[in-house]
């Protein structure tokens, strides 16, 4: 079956990065893209971007612009969103989801917890 | 502050039929197609309707979605209890040229 399977949980200090992974497996990785979707404690979702398995292309969200960096390795079917500067307001579970750059978010990752405190 | 507007909150007693409103404008509901997930509790969201009305395999047509304008909608009949869950919208937003949420409507089963 189709499934997205995330790395575990972080504790990060103010300032400075996470990787975050997202293997996929059950079906063709080239055919798909990949979202990045962050819901901090108690609020809704945000969308953070968006790259091509195909040929890594990528489509920011302005707000994390210059923050953000989503890359693919497709001999391990496994897509890592970079995001460095943390701060407490980055606190989250985020998310990866496979979709087709106009199409749906299916399926979804289970998510990881990001926790930014000093 | 979301440019796609849910009402935060819903709710009905099992059996009845629920909608949940989806708001947005002429450069994303307007020219694109909307998508529903739901979010049970502590767990991650699922696509629930694609292409402002199309059920994936496996959600029951209790399920169903519209659009119109620039506003779509989802609707549950035969509430259940299983159904409480926070719903949110999403669609395409052309001037912003990315993915755009609504606030997401948190349903109550009474």
């Known amino acids: 079956q189709v499934q997205l399977v995330q790395s575990g949980a972080e504790v990060k200090k103010p300032g400075a990065s996470v990787k975050v992974s997202c293997k996929a497996s059950?079906?063709?990785?080239?055919?798909?893209?990949i979202s990045w979707v962050r819901q901090a404690p108690g609020q809704g979702l945000e969308w953070m971007g968006w790259?091509?398995?195909?040929?890594?292309?990528?489509n920011y969200a302005q707000k994390f612009q210059g923050r953000v960096t989503m890359t693919t390795d497709t001999s391990t079917s496994t897509t890592f969103m970079e995001l460095r500067s943390l701060r407490s307001d980055d606190t989250a579970v985020y998310y990866c989801?496979?979709?087709?750059?106009?199409?749906?978010?299916?399926?979804w990752g289970q998510g990881t917890l990001v926790t930014v405190s000093s | 502050q979301s440019v796609v507007t849910q009402p935060p909150s819903a709710s009905g007693t099992p059996g009845q039929r629920v909608t949940i409103s989806c708001s947005g404008s002429?450069?994303?509901?307007?020219?694109?197609?909307v998508n529903w997930y739901q979010q049970l509790p502590g767990t991650a969201p699922k696509l629930l309707i694609y292409?402002?009305?199309q059920r994936p395999s496996g959600v029951p047509d209790r399920f169903s979605g519209s659009k119109s304008g620039t506003s779509a909608s989802l609707a549950i009949s035969g509430l259940q209890s299983e159904d409480e869950a926070h719903y949110y919208c999403?669609?395409?937003?052309?001037?912003?040229?990315?993915?755009?949420f609504g606030g997401g409507t948190k349903l109550t089963v009474l």
């Open positions: 989801a496979r979709n087709k750059k106009y199409d749906w978010f299916d399926p």
């Open positions: 059950g079906y063709s990785f080239t055919s798909y893209g």
């Open positions: 790259i091509s398995a195909y040929n890594g292309n990528t």
């Open positions: 002429s450069s994303n509901i307007g020219s694109n197609t």
């Open positions: 292409s402002n009305t």
């Open positions: 999403a669609t395409w937003d052309d001037s912003l040229n990315g993915w755009v």
